[in-house]
Every structure is written in structure tokens, then in C-alpha cells.
């Protein structure tokens, strides 16, 4: 078995554990701060794809065309460097151009033919209206409602209220980071992205969901004893899930680094960038808050109720009158290791100086 399995069955067990619970404050603080550069990215404001916005698509197909001279031409056309131009691919470029510029499909189609030396009939044109935009981006956000509201109702009926705050506030938290990290990076928002939003918070719930069913398994019937609190039942259901959030995390990083960093990066498809950037840091935020957001803010959530409440009570009653009975076991066994030392040294005492000590030899000849 290797280390990290081995680990893991120590967790399951409860041989090893992480006070994820018991620390919350320190994961508050952190997702605070966090959750604060994102809000610093937001006011400055999210760079809107023309799909939200308006605006015009060239998809210029010439083999050897490279994005610097697409850039160039398209610069010479609006007299300014708004567009936006990426690599699709298959020798062809894409060009973006928002509705704020006023220049007509027919006049840029000729601009590229002239300036890049190809003929019209390879080069694309879509023009998308601002009112178009708006309407994807109403539905976008009532889908995004329409998704957080079925997430709330299921949580609420399979579990409780609290489990179902608690993982709403888990996916508002990854969706602020996500949405954050897009605005301090700079990238674009299309479609693309707002698929990868619902994707993550899928992901993100799924993972709490696994965290929460087994919290729930360890918590049934709890206030029936009194060795254990309902948040170290809690955190020893995190961490019994812990390796598998873990495990599930990194295979599912892997793909869409490829996506990021190599096919974006290195291969220079920019047009991955907009899905795999909202994957890669929802992902990365999702398994967070479902270990360090999600649970600890259900375990306080419980912790505030009369039956947990007294449940907190009666554990620490049993742990002080155990440490009290312990601490008098030690001090009868320091005792009677006293009696016997005692009696030990008045035995020796008694031996030396008995009748027959005179007789003894004093060892001088």
C-alpha cells in the first residue's frame, strides 16, 4: 500500500486527523482575503465578450497568417488596438471587434483582403447586436438563479437547512473567486465561460454533497452518548473523505491544465483559455470550501442548537471527571509506590544494624 493510501485508511480510521472543524477561523480568514481580491477585480470591472456585448466576428482563413499580423491589420482599420485576435487553428485567425467601433462589415472584410492579401470569400463575417448580448446575458444570470434556488430546495429536503446554507454559501464563495480571478487576469467572458461556471459549481457541489453525507452518517444519533462532539464527529467525517476529495481534485486538474497551459498556452488556442481558466480555479476553489468552508460553517450551524449545546456540556462533564479520576488514580499509585520505597528502606535499615552486626567482619587484617 502506498503512503498516501496508507494515509488514508489512518484517516478513515481516525488513527490520523486534521482539525479542519476546529480551525475554522484560520479558514474564514483565509477565504476572506481571498474572497476580497476578488471583489478588488470585480470593481475593476470583467472584460465582456462581444457575445454579451455586441459587436463582430472575422474568422480570416489563410495558412501561415499569425495573430501579430492580423493584430496589425486590424489596428490600421479601427485606428486603435481594441480588437481582439486568436489563433483558432487550422490556418485560420479570429477577430473581434466590439459595437462600439463604427465601422461598417462590408469596409473591414475589404481592409483585411486588402491588407493581408486574401480574398473575401476566406474571411467570415458575424455581426452580433447589443440586444442579442443582453439577452444572453439575462438568461445566463436566470440560470445561474434557477441553479442555485434547485440546489437550496434539494439540499434542504435530502439533509437539512443548515447543510443546505452552508453549501449555498460554498458555491457563492467558489463563484466569486472564479469570477474575481477573471477580472484581475483580464481574460474574456464568453459563453464558453459561463458553461464552466455551472460546470464547477456542479463539481463543487457534488464534492460537498460526499463531505455531507458522510457527516451525517457519523452525526446519527450522536446526542446518545458523550465521548464526542457534534463538530469532532463532523471533522472525523471530513477527514474520512478527505484523500478522496484529494484524489478527485487532481484528476480532474489534470485535463483542464492540459487545456490551460498547453493547449492555450503553449499551442496558442486562446479560444480554450475562456472555459479552461474558469475550470481550473473553480476546481481548485470548489474542493477548498468543501473541506474549509462548507463543513466547518454547518458544524458551527449545529453547534448553536439546544440539543448540541448540551451535548457540548455532558461531553466536557465526562472529559473533566475522567481527567479528575485519572489525575487520583495517579496520586493512590504515587502513594503506594511511596509505601513500598518506604518500606524497602526500613528493611535495610533494620538489616544493618541487627544483633549479629557486631560479629560481621570489618574487613581489616
Not at 485576435?85 to 481592409?111: C, D, H, M
Not at 472564479?178 to 456542479?202: D, K, M, Q, S
Request: charged share 15%; glycine share 10%.
Amino acid at each position: 500500500m502506498s503512503r498516501f493510501g496508507n494515509l488514508g485508511h489512518r484517516l478513515y480510521q481516525g488513527e490520523v486527523s486534521f482539525d479542519f472543524v476546529g480551525r475554522r477561523k484560520l479558514w474564514y480568514s483565509i477565504s476572506g482575503v481571498i474572497v476580497l481580491l476578488a471583489a478588488v477585480g470585480l470593481a475593476m470591472g470583467l472584460h465582456l465578450g462581444i457575445e454579451f456585448k455586441g459587436g463582430s466576428v472575422y474568422t480570416v482563413t489563410k495558412p501561415g497568417l499569425t495573430v501579430s499580423q492580423a493584430q496589425d491589420s486590424a489596428n490600421k482599420i479601427t485606428h486603435d488596438s481594441t480588437a481582439l485576435v486568436q489563433q483558432t487553428g487550422n490556418g485560420q485567425v479570429r477577430i473581434q471587434v466590439s459595437s462600439e467601433e463604427k465601422v461598417p462589415a462590408s469596409t473591414f472584410i475589404e481592409g483585411l483582403s486588402k491588407d493581408l492579401n486574401v480574398q473575401t470569400k476566406d474571411i467570415d463575417a458575424q455581426v452580433i447586436g447589443p440586444s442579442w448580448g443582453h439577452e444572453i446575458s439575462q438568461k445566463a444570470l436566470l440560470g445561474l438563479v434557477i441553479f442555485m434556488v434547485l440546489v437550496t430546495v434539494y439540499l434542504a429536503v435530502a439533509f437539512e437547512w443548515r447543510m443546505a446554507v452552508a453549501a449555498l454559501v460554498a458555491l457563492i464563495h467558489d463563484l466569486l473567486i472564479t469570477i474575481g480571478v477573471y477580472a484581475l487576469v483580464g481574460f474574456e467572458v464568453t459563453p464558453g465561460t459561463v458553461i464552466g461556471f455551472l460546470t464547477i459549481l456542479g463539481y463543487s457541489l457534488y464534492d460537498t454533497v460526499v463531505v455531507f453525507d458522510t457527516v451525517k452518517e457519523n452525526t446519527r444519533g450522536i446526542t446518545k452518548q458523550n465521548k464526542q462532539t457534534f463538530s469532532e464527529a463532523a471533522n472525523h467525517g471530513l477527514n474520512q473523505t478527505l484523500v478522496r476529495s484529494i484524489n478527485t481534485t487532481v484528476v480532474a486538474l489534470l485535463p483542464v491544465s492540459a487545456l490551460l497551459f498547453i493547449g492555450g498556452g503553449l499551442l496558442g488556442a486562446g479560444t480554450l483559455n475562456d472555459i479552461s481558466l474558469a475550470l481550473f480555479i473553480g476546481l481548485a476553489a470548489g474542493a477548498y470550501s468543501s473541506i474549509c468552508v462548507a463543513t466547518p460553517l454547518y458544524a458551527q450551524l449545529k453547534e448553536q442548537t439546544p440539543q448540541m449545546r448540551a451535548l457540548t456540556k455532558k461531553v466536557l462533564a465526562r472529559r473533566a471527571a475522567d481527567a479528575k479520576a485519572e489525575a487520583a488514580a495517579d496520586d493512590a499509585g504515587e502513594a503506594v509506590e511511596d509505601e513500598i520505597t518506604a518500606g524497602m528502606v526500613g528493611q535495610r535499615s533494620q538489616s544493618a544494624s541487627g544483633p549479629n552486626a557486631k560479629d560481621r567482619p570489618s574487613g581489616k587484617h
